[in-house]
């Protein structure tokens, strides 16, 4: 249980360290999303819907771009999802380890890292 409640203590102080960058990102793609969804005649919420599903790499293909200028702005909210899922999966791995590091015994902690020298 002290494991847990350190991982997400550690995990919510992370996202909040890296606001700034989230929400610069979050806010790329509501944009590029929008424009693309002008460009395609969408509503604003399924181009919402749109780009944060071909963000995180879902795509389900219930809406898709048509015009090549769409078609390039999809890839690059692809990649600015990409590097939005990438910084979740670091603070997730980087507070885990953290998090074990805190809750293990030192002596434990010992042996192990000697039988994986």
């Known amino acids: 249980m002290e494991f847990s409640i350190t991982f997400v203590q550690l995990f919510f102080w992370g996202v909040y360290l890296a606001a700034p960058i989230l929400l610069m990102l979050c806010t790329l793609i509501i944009i590029v999303g929008q424009v ?18 071909t963000a995180l790499t879902v795509g389900y293909g219930d809406i898709r771009p048509m015009s090549k ?18 910084i979740f999966v670091a ?26 020298k």
């Open 69 to 86: 200028l769409a078609k390039v702005l999809a890839i690059v909210i692809a990649f600015l999802g990409i590097m939005l899922t990438g």
């Open 36 to 53: 693309v969804g002008r460009l395609e005649g969408w509503g604003r919420f399924n181009a919402l819907y749109w780009s944060f599903i």
């Open 91 to 116: 603070i997730t791995v980087a507070t885990a380890s953290s998090a074990f590091h805190q809750s293990i015994d030192p002596i434990v902690l010992k042996g192990i890292e000697e039988r994986f």
